[in-house]
């Protein structure tokens, strides 16, 4: 049986152009919190430094002393689903929101300090949602959600619904992910058909744009596990087999990739953060790595981290990261 955890670490001292990893860990499992399930496949901190959990059992949260869980109930107005695969957050006009994409639909719930209130989930019977499985949410920096499933991609404005599929933009209508640039370009990464390049800047008509083909691109894959967008318009993406840097919008420009070979843990990626000092982590099915520019550091279950299946990373408001495991 696994024993799985969250784990939270924080590196505490730099001198120099060395640095030196002071290893504070701290593990949360269902048997020694209030976390609902140990399947942890999200993570997102609020503005108000809550920490959320999505998991395969409902949604938790933590503000460092009182834990709180949210499970779907047909009777009432809660989670569309308690199979969570993604969880970002909105600071909107409304107040403080959570996005959270489900098997069965998405939610929206407001997070303010007063108070935590749910919505109506979002279905495809009841909205322009493409599919109710749902794996990845983004909110860009206009306020559009955007919403990756199994069968394309659905972007919702507030009032207004739009979809994308292979039959107009997309590569491939299974979406694993999505990164976005502060300049309207939407990165979203497919299962079979690498990145597909959408460009909506909120104001003008959603554009497409060249895939990125990982027979003729630097993808090392054509699945597309994580998108990590960094605040200059560079993109990392994560593969089943190593990882990939673009730092252009060119298509066959300005790629180079990073495999164990180079000092990642595991070739198999599944999430993409930048922390507060410009370093890249890496979670992986074989632990976790971070990339300075320069050199890799790498901790695994010796170090620790006791889930080396790392679905999820997260930076809190302090610095200090939070992993989720299987």
Same mark, same amino acid.
Not at 271 to 282: L, Q
């Given at each position: 049986?696994?024993?799985?955890k969250i784990?939270?670490y &924080?590196t505490? +001292?730099?001198?120099?152009?060395?640095i030196? #990893?002071a290893?504070?860990?701290?593990?949360?499992? $269902? %048997?020694? &919190?209030?976390?609902v399930? @140990?399947?942890?496949?999200s993570?997102?901190?609020?503005a108000?430094?809550?920490?959320?959990?999505g998991?395969?059992?409902? +949604?938790?949260?933590?503000d460092?002393a009182?834990?709180?869980?949210?499970?779907?109930d047909?009777?009432?107005?809660?989670?569309?689903?308690?199979?969570?695969?993604?969880i970002?957050?909105e600071?909107?006009n409304?107040g403080?929101?959570? #996005?959270l994409a489900?098997d069965?639909?998405v939610s929206?719930m407001?997070v303010s300090?007063d108070? !935590?209130?749910?919505a109506?989930p979002?279905?495809?019977d009841?909205?322009?949602?493409i599919?109710?499985?749902?794996y990845?949410?983004?909110?860009?920096?206009?306020?559009i959600? #955007?919403?990756?499933t199994d069968s394309?991609?659905?972007?919702?404005t507030?009032?207004?619904?739009?979809?994308?599929? @292979?039959?107009?933009?997309l590569?491939n209508n299974?979406?694993l992910?999505?990164?976005a640039?502060k300049?309207?370009?939407?990165y979203i990464?497919?299962?079979?058909?690498?990145i &597909?390049?959408i460009?909506?800047n909120?104001?003008?008509?959603?554009?497409s744009?060249?895939?990125?083909d990982?027979s003729?691109?630097? +993808?090392?894959?054509?699945?597309?596990?994580?998108?990590?967008?960094? %605040?200059?318009g560079?993109?990392?993406y994560?593969?089943?087999v190593?990882?990939?840097?673009?730092?252009t919008? %060119?298509?066959? %420009?300005?790629w180079?990739?990073?495999?164990?070979?180079?000092?990642?843990v595991?070739?198999f990626v599944?999430a993409?953060?930048e922390?507060d $000092?410009? !370093?890249?982590w890496?979670?992986t099915?074989?632990?976790v790595?971070n990339f300075?520019?320069?050199?890799?550091t790498s901790?695994?279950?010796?170090? &620790?981290?006791?889930?080396?299946n790392?679905l999820?990373?997260?930076?809190?408001?302090?610095g200090?990261?939070?992993f989720?495991?299987?």
């Amino acid at each position: 049986m696994k024993i799985s955890k969250i784990l939270i670490y &924080s590196t505490l +001292l730099i001198i120099g152009a060395n640095i030196l #990893w002071a290893q504070n860990w701290h593990s949360y499992t $269902r %048997e020694n &919190s209030g976390l609902v399930s @140990n399947e942890v496949r999200s993570i997102c901190i609020d503005a108000n430094g809550l920490k959320w959990f999505g998991t395969d059992n409902g +949604l938790s949260n933590y503000d460092g002393a009182t834990w709180l869980t949210f499970t779907a109930d047909t009777s009432k107005t809660t989670l569309a689903h308690n199979s969570i695969n993604d969880i970002v957050f909105e600071a909107s006009n409304y107040g403080p929101e959570i #996005w959270l994409a489900t098997d069965n639909g998405v939610s929206v719930m407001g997070v303010s300090l007063d108070a !935590i209130t749910m919505a109506t989930p979002y279905r495809k019977d009841n909205t322009g949602l493409i599919s109710n499985t749902v794996y990845a949410a983004l909110v860009d920096n206009k306020h559009i959600k #955007w919403f990756g499933t199994d069968s394309g991609v659905s972007s919702f404005t507030g009032s207004d619904w739009s979809s994308f599929t @292979n039959m107009n933009f997309l590569s491939n209508n299974h979406i694993l992910s999505i990164g976005a640039d502060k300049d309207g370009w939407k990165y979203i990464g497919t299962k079979g058909g690498g990145i &597909s390049r959408i460009f909506d800047n909120g104001i003008d008509a959603v554009t497409s744009a060249s895939p990125y083909d990982y027979s003729w691109s630097g +993808l090392l894959s054509d699945s597309i596990y994580a998108v990590c967008v960094l %605040e200059n318009g560079d993109q990392w993406y994560g593969t089943d087999v190593g990882a990939a840097f673009h730092d252009t919008t %060119e298509t066959k %420009e300005g790629w180079d990739v990073f495999t164990t070979d180079s000092g990642l843990v595991h070739n198999f990626v599944q999430a993409i953060v930048e922390d507060d $000092r410009g !370093i890249i982590w890496f979670g992986t099915r074989g632990g976790v790595s971070n990339f300075d520019g320069f050199s890799w550091t790498s901790f695994t279950s010796d170090d &620790s981290l006791i889930g080396n299946n790392v679905l999820d990373i997260a930076v809190d408001l302090d610095g200090s990261l939070w992993f989720a495991t299987d």
